[in-house]
C-alpha cells in the first residue's frame, strides 16, 4: 500500500499537479462546487429576474377628490397618464387613505381639496395634497415624481387658457408663465433604467461576498488540516508554485462567472459598453484576486476555516451600502468613507461604471484601477508574510536531533 501523502508514480510535483488536484476537489466537494458557481449563478439569476423590468412603471396610487369638478376628473386623469403611476384606488377619506398607504395596498395618496374648480376660475390658488410613504425611498420617489411631473402641467394649462380667456396674446402669456426656462438634460442614465446602474451593482457586490468566502474555504480545507501546509507544499514543489495552482482554478472560474454575469447585462439588458473593454477586463481580475486574497489572508491569519469565512461575510455582506449606489459617498460620513475604501468592490464598481455607463476616458480612470492593483499586491504579500510566518514556526516546532556523545579517552 502506498504511504499516506506520497505521490502516485509518474507525478511530478510542481504547479500543475496542484492545479489538477483543485479541479478535482470540485467534483468530489459538491458545497464547494455549488459555493463557487452554481449559487453565485442562482443568484444572479434571481436578481436578473427582479430587475428584468429594468424601470418601474405603472405604481399604484389612491385617489380622495372632494371636488367631484370636471377639472379635478382631467387631473386625476392626467396623473393616471404618466408612466410612473396609476390611479389605482378611491378613497373615502384620509383615515381610509393612510390605512391604504400603511398597508402596502398603495404607494401615495392624492388630495384634491372642496371648490377646486371655483379657486382656480376665481384666481386663487388652491392646494392639491399629495401623501407618500418616504421610508420605501424607490417607490415613494417614482410616485413623487409622476404626480410632480402631471400637476404642474396641468396648472400651467389651466393658467394659460385664463390669460388667453383675458385678452392676453398665447406668445405673451407662455413668456409670463415660464420668464427663465431651465433645460434640464439627464447624463449616463437618462431612463433610469435599475438594470444599468442597480442590478449592474448588485452583481459586483454579491460576487465579492461569494469570492471571499469561497477563498477562504477551499485554502481553509489545507490550513485547517493537521499537517497544515505540509501536504499542498509537497504537491507543489514548494510553496509559492503550490499557492499559485491553488489559487489559480477559482480565479478562472470566477472569471467566467462575471463574464456570463456581463454577456447577460450587455446582451439582455442593454448594458451600454461606451470605455475601454480591456480597462474594464484588467479591473475585473484585480478585483477577483483582490478579494481571493483577502479570504486567503483572513483564514491563515485566522487558522480556522469557519472563522474565516464567518469574518469574510460579516466584512463584505454590507458592502453595498458604502459603494455609493444607494447613498453618495461624498455625503458619508468618515467611517462610512473609509469602511467602503477598504473594500475592493468599492473600486472596481467605480471603474466598472466609468467604462460602461459614463464613458470616461481611460487616462481618467486609471485611479480605482491602481487602487485594485495595490489591493492585490499588499494582500498578496501580507498572504505571503503569513505564509513564510507559518513555515518558519512549523520548522522551529520539529524536533533537532541530539549531538551524538563524544567518546571518553
Known amino acids: 500500500m502506498r504511504p499516506r501523502g506520497t505521490l502516485r508514480p509518474g507525478f511530478r510535483p510542481g504547479f500543475g499537479l496542484v492545479f489538477r488536484r483543485e479541479f478535482g476537489w470540485l467534483r468530489r466537494r459538491p458545497g464547494l462546487l455549488a459555493l463557487t458557481t452554481l449559487l453565485p449563478l442562482a443568484l444572479m439569476a434571481l436578481l436578473a429576474a427582479i430587475f428584468s423590468a429594468g424601470l418601474a412603471t405603472r405604481l399604484p396610487i389612491a385617489v380622495l377628490d372632494l371636488d367631484g369638478s370636471d377639472l379635478s376628473r382631467s387631473l386625476v386623469r392626467m396623473v393616471d397618464a404618466t408612466p410612473d403611476v396609476a390611479v389605482a384606488r378611491r378613497a373615502g377619506d384620509l383615515a381610509e387613505g393612510r390605512r391604504m398607504i ?59 387658457s385664463l390669460r388667453t380667456a383675458q385678452g ?9 408663465l415660464t420668464p427663465i426656462p431651465v433645460q434640464v438634460h439627464a447624463l449616463f442614465n437618462p431612463t ?6 442597480l442590478l449592474a451593482a448588485l452583481l459586483p457586490s454579491l460576487l465579492q461576498v461569494v469570492v471571499v468566502v469561497a477563498s477562504a474555504y477551499s485554502v481553509g480545507l489545507d490550513v485547517g488540516t493537521r499537517h497544515r501546509l505540509a501536504v499542498l507544499r509537497r504537491l507543489g514543489g514548494g510553496l509559492w508554485p503550490a499557492m499559485a495552482g491553488k489559487i489559480l482554478p477559482y480565479t478562472l472560474l470566477f472569471l467566467a462567472v462575471l463574464g456570463l454575469a ?52 460579516l466584512l463584505t455582506a454590507p458592502a453595498f451600502g458604502f459603494m455609493g449606489i444607494g447613498f453618495p459617498r461624498l455625503a458619508m460620513n468618515a467611517f462610512a468613507h473609509g469602511y467602503g475604501a477598504l473594500l475592493p468592490g468599492t473600486w472596481y464598481l467605480t ?47 520539529r524536533p533537532r536531533p541530539e549531538p551524538a556523545e563524544g567518546i571518553a579517552s
Not at 404607494?107 to 418616504?134: C, K, S, W, Y
Not at 487558522?303 to 469565512?309: D, E, L, N, R
Not at 466598472?352 to 504579500?381: M, Y
Open 192 to 197: 433610469l433604467d435599475y438594470a444599468h446602474f
Open 351 to 397: 471603474a466598472r461604471i466609468d467604462q460602461t455607463v459614463r464613458g470616461t476616458p481611460p487616462d481618467l480612470s486609471w485611479k480605482p484601477v491602481l487602487v485594485l492593483l495595490a489591493f492585490a499586491v499588499g494582500l498578496a504579500g501580507l498572504a505571503a508574510w503569513r505564509l513564510e510566518g507559518l513555515r518558519a514556526r512549523r520548522e522551529s516546532a
Open 102 to 160: 400603511l398597508s402596502g395596498e398603495v404607494h401615495g395618496l392624492l388630495m384634491i381639496p372642496r371648490d377646486l374648480e371655483r379657486d382656480v376660475q376665481a384666481g386663487r390658488r388652491p392646494e392639491i395634497v399629495f401623501f407618500h410613504n418616504t421610508q420605501t425611498l424607490t417607490s415613494g420617489n417614482l410616485v413623487l415624481r409622476g404626480v410632480n411631473a402631471a400637476i404642474p402641467a396641468a396648472a400651467a394649462g389651466i393658467r394659460l
Open 262 to 313: 456581463d454577456a447577460v447585462l450587455f446582451g439582455v439588458f442593454g448594458l451600454p459598453l461606451r470605455g475601454d473593454r480591456g480597462l474594464l477586463l484588467l479591473a475585473g481580475c484585480l478585483f477577483l484576486l483582490s478579494c481571493q486574497f483577502l479570504g486567503v489572508l483572513l483564514v491563515l491569519l485566522l487558522g480556522s476555516t469557519a472563522s474565516a469565512v464567518s469574518i469574510g461575510t
Open 168 to 176: 392676453q396674446p398665447l406668445e405673451a402669456a407662455q413668456a409670463s
